[in-house]
């Protein structure tokens, strides 16, 4: 009994000192916890902000922007048909209404036929619910046809002493070469592989410009 009256001071100064530290314990737990609550609440928010900001970056992309650049681009050619062709010319001229004479020469040039389109008739939408591109683009056209006239060549030549042949006739003739070089590039499909090549410049510009990367670029 003296023993408890002796030391009832040191006792009761122990027991408050270990009751101090579980309660210190008790609150610094619940701070760690409190602490990793609040951290996946800011990893939460900051990952629902980070898709918002992808959202906000895809639905930025321009359809203006695009079909600017694309103008700037002017009528590009997309393709080249090159040639060595022989065509013959004939001249004829009726007398006295039954008597006809001819001259005729056979000759060759080369060149190249040249399609392109002109980017600046490209239009262009945006379609987000899908996320894709839609270009409407012009079809190719025959550009030019390029002679080289230093390659002209004649094969064989004949002339009517009363039908003979003239500049205007050479002139002609060079006009329905061009004509005919044309319509032989275009049966060969040089207007199919010049809207192919134009949509494979076309694809890439559109892919090589900021905030694309989630689009699908289509064509019609």
């Known amino acids: 009994m003296n023993f408890l009256r002796q030391h009832s001071k040191r006792i009761y100064i122990g ?11 008790l609150c610094f737990d619940y ?10 609440a800011v990893e939460t928010v900051t990952s629902v902000a980070e898709k918002e900001k992808k959202d906000k970056v895809l639905i930025s992309v ?6 600017e650049g694309l103008a700037n681009m002017g009528v590009l ?3 080249e048909y090159y040639f060595t062709q022989v065509e013959k010319y ?4 009726t007398f006295l209404k039954f008597i006809t004479t001819q001259s005729q020469f056979m ?7 040249l399609a392109g389109v002109d980017f600046e008739d490209i239009k262009i939408t945006r379609d987000d619910e899908r996320t894709a591109i839609i270009v409407a683009m ?3 056209e025959i550009r030019a046809v390029t002679i080289d006239r230093d390659t002209f060549k004649i094969y064989s030549e004949r002339e009517s002493l009363w039908n003979p042949l003239k500049l205007e006739d050479y002139n002609i003739s060079l006009a329905e070469f061009e004509e005919a070089a044309k319509q032989r590039a275009v049966e060969g499909g040089i207007l199919t592989r010049s809207d ?7 694809r890439e510009f559109i892919v090589s410009l900021p905030n694309t990367a989630g689009y699908a670029v289509e064509f019609k």
């Open 15 to 25: 027991t408050t000192a270990v009751a101090l530290i579980l309660a210190a314990a």
């Open 31 to 40: 701070g760690v916890s409190r602490q990793a609550e609040e951290s996946e």
């Open 62 to 67: 321009s359809t203006e922007t695009i079909e």
């Open 77 to 79: 050619i997309t393709q």
């Open 90 to 93: 004939t001249k004829e001229k």
């Open 107 to 113: 000759y060759s040039y080369d060149g190249a036929v």
């Open 138 to 140: 012009p079809p190719s």
């Open 196 to 202: 192919e090549q134009a949509q494979k410049l076309v």
